[in-house]
């Protein structure tokens, strides 16, 4: 079984926007970070329409995860992950 989990994703600034990318950039780098968590990163997700955009990825993960230990993750410089779980 898996539980769903919601990853805000926010940028400090345009510049770290730009470094980061979007799509599959984005989602490439955010695996990168969570490599070994057993993650689903989907391949479309919704956004806003500011300058830099936040993003809303629905992720799966396992029933088991740790969400304190995905919060406490280091998360490169410039991006900003904010980790919900409604379950």
Do not use: C, W
């Amino acid at each position: 079984m898996t539980k769903g989990l919601t990853f805000d994703v926010r940028y400090d600034n345009e510049l770290a926007h730009q470094y980061y990318g979007e799509g599959e950039r984005l989602t490439k780098t955010l695996q990168d970070v969570y490599k070994g968590k057993n993650l689903e990163f989907p391949k479309n997700f919704d956004s806003t329409q500011t300058t830099p955009p936040i993003y809303f990825m629905s992720v799966e993960a396992p029933d088991d995860v740790d969400v304190d230990g995905l919060r406490n993750v280091d998360v490169p410089s410039g991006l900003n992950v904010e980790i919900l779980d409604f379950d």
